[in-house]
């Protein structure tokens, strides 16, 4: 899966991969092995070759956070504001197709179809990278239909439910 975030104003492209429980993490530059493990919400545990890393990550709209080793790194997601444009604009026409931010494992669908939503009500929750992450309504509406239940896996261009704004 390629990935994309602006670091300032230099945009950062990656592939990340999971395989057999090992990530592989691939840029310009060449690929590393990555052995990731969740301490704690948002705390992890990075194992490269010999080295052990601990990197604390926190989520803020569509900013990743970073700290690791004492450096605090910035990330925007580049599509947040196209996506947000894009939700806005599917809100207006009536359906909302609601996707997981990356591929994952759905731990909980939380609603029901036919289930009155408001607006950031969580819907689903979706593991990926062994972190939780909650799915949420971007608008108020209906739950027109549910296409996953838990356990299954799911990649982030499928959608998971269809809210009808």
């Known amino acids: 899966m390629e990935i994309n975030f602006l670091w300032g104003h230099e945009v950062i492209s990656f592939a990340f991969e999971n395989k057999e429980g090992k990530y592989i993490y691939s840029d310009k530059e060449g690929s590393i092995e990555l052995d990731i493990k969740e301490i704690s919400p948002g705390v992890l545990s990075l194992l490269v070759g010999e080295k052990s890393f601990l990197a604390a990550v926190v989520r803020d709209k569509n900013k990743i956070i970073v700290a690791l ?10 599509e947040a504001a196209a996506a ?21 494992k759905v731990v909980r ?9 408001r607006k950031n009500q969580t819907l689903a929750i979706v593991e990926a990278m062994k972190m939780e992450n909650e799915i949420k309504a971007a608008v108020e509406g209906v739950i027109k239909k549910i296409y996953v239940a838990e356990g299954d896996l799911v990649d ?4 998971l439910l269809e809210l009808e704004a």
């Open 156 to 159: 982030s261009e499928k959608p």
């Open 109 to 117: 669908v939380v609603v029901g179809e036919g289930e009155k939503v």
């Open 69 to 78: 080793e004492g450096l605090h790194f910035e990330f925007q997601e580049i």
């Open 84 to 104: 947000e444009r894009g939700r806005e604009e599917a809100a207006a026409s009536g359906v909302i197709a609601i996707k997981a931010p990356m591929p994952g």
